[in-house]
């Protein structure tokens, strides 16, 4: 399972923000937030929440207690280890594509009717 400073260090890097951002964007030292990723220290409730809603994840997602969240249009968003297959990145990619494409022909269908 997921740590919450494993989590928090790939959402950030996701989103291509530094760690002297996220210490400002939470009113905190930068090596206060650098302890977060290192799981040294963990961030208070308030902090917790206003990270998940940067990220636009759940609190929940963030500590590892699930690997989903719903996204802004309300799609459920499934964070799935690679290695639970045996799939490579690329791999994972590309049925994401799929799926996507799956997703957006079937609401054009819907849409049309």
Do not use: C
């Amino acid at each position: 399972m997921a740590n919450f400073a494993d989590r928090l260090k790939e959402l950030r890097k996701q989103k291509g923000v530094t760690q002297r951002q996220m210490a400002d964007l939470l009113g905190i030292a930068e090596r206060n937030y650098q302890r977060y990723e290192t799981g040294v220290v963990d961030p208070t409730a308030s902090n917790s929440m206003k990270l998940a809603d940067f990220f636009e994840v759940s609190v929940d997602y963030l500590l590892g207690r699930v690997n989903f969240w719903h996204d802004k249009e309300g799609h459920i968003v499934v964070k799935v280890p690679p290695d639970i297959f045996g799939t490579t990145d690329e791999e994972l990619a590309e049925m994401e594509r799929n799926a996507k494409e799956k997703w957006e022909k079937s609401n054009k269908v819907r849409k049309k009717k």
